[in-house]
């Protein structure tokens, strides 16, 4: 709405795309110390397009599989020869979500329930997942919550939540991320948005429904 030139962010370049990745991937120690690792890891970077939130997923997949062949097979993967057009979700994404243990995948894809940039508090979602039963109760019998804060935490440094910027007791998840949820999930969740349910659609396959309170709810979305 005025004459201030526009600035247009590029992608990251291939040094600073490796960077990021590195920091994710290596936990902060100097990627030197992991020589098999550094030109496997520079070939998977070139193959994130600069995409940051592509970097910082796969390096936090790959934080915790510190081994060569693993390293090569993320690299190998048939899902960077989808093209975005056909899941219309970045490959990097996928593979990040295709390689999370089965239980973190089950709350991953819960969060589906949750519109863009919905603001969410860590101790709510887990209150969540324990009512969903989704959480594996310890063979110990340790405690539920404790235990929903370690899935919340592998959950974010794989970048799946991120903080907010907004209200620092919160975390949001990126759109990108929000997309993959709902691809994942497909119709078992229906989520009402807008005065009509927005695209909401209930079929046989459909086991959640989620309505989030907007300022001038109408009765017309159920």
């Not at 940051?52 to 997923?57: G, I, V």
């Not at 796969?58 to 960077?80: M, Q, S, T, V, Y």
């Not at 093209?83 to 709350?107: E, G």
């Not at 998840?173 to 927005?198: N, P, Q, R, W, Y």
Request: charged content about 25%; glycine content about 6%; hydrophobic content about 40%.
């Amino acid at each position: 709405m005025s004459n201030i030139l526009t600035y247009r962010l590029n992608v990251l370049s291939d040094d600073d795309c490796w960077k990021l990745f590195a920091k994710h991937a290596f936990d902060g120690s100097s990627p030197t110390k992991h020589p098999d690792l550094m030109a496997i890891g520079e070939a998977i970077v070139k193959r994130c397009g600069g995409l940051p939130l592509a970097a910082k997923a796969l390096g936090g997949l790959l934080r915790c599989k510190p081994d060569a062949d693993e390293w090569n097979k993320i690299l190998h993967r048939n899902f960077w020869d989808i093209p975005n057009d056909v899941i219309n979700i970045l490959p990097a994404l996928t593979l990040s979500y295709h390689y999370l243990p089965f239980h973190l995948k089950r709350c991953f894809a819960y969060c589906s329930i949750f519109p863009k940039d919905y603001e969410f508090k860590k101790e709510k979602l887990i209150q969540l997942w324990m009512a969903e039963g989704l959480l594996e109760l310890p063979k110990d019998n340790g405690d539920l919550e404790e235990l929903g804060t370690e899935y919340f935490k592998d959950l974010r440094l794989r970048s799946f939540f991120q903080q907010s910027k907004g209200m620092k007791s919160c975390f949001v998840m990126h759109d990108l991320i929000s997309d993959l949820a709902k691809s994942v999930t497909g119709e078992f969740i229906c989520i009402l948005e807008g005065s009509g349910g927005g695209s909401c659609v209930i079929t046989e396959k459909t086991r959640h429904m989620s309505n989030m309170q907007e300022r001038y709810d109408v009765r017309q979305k159920f």
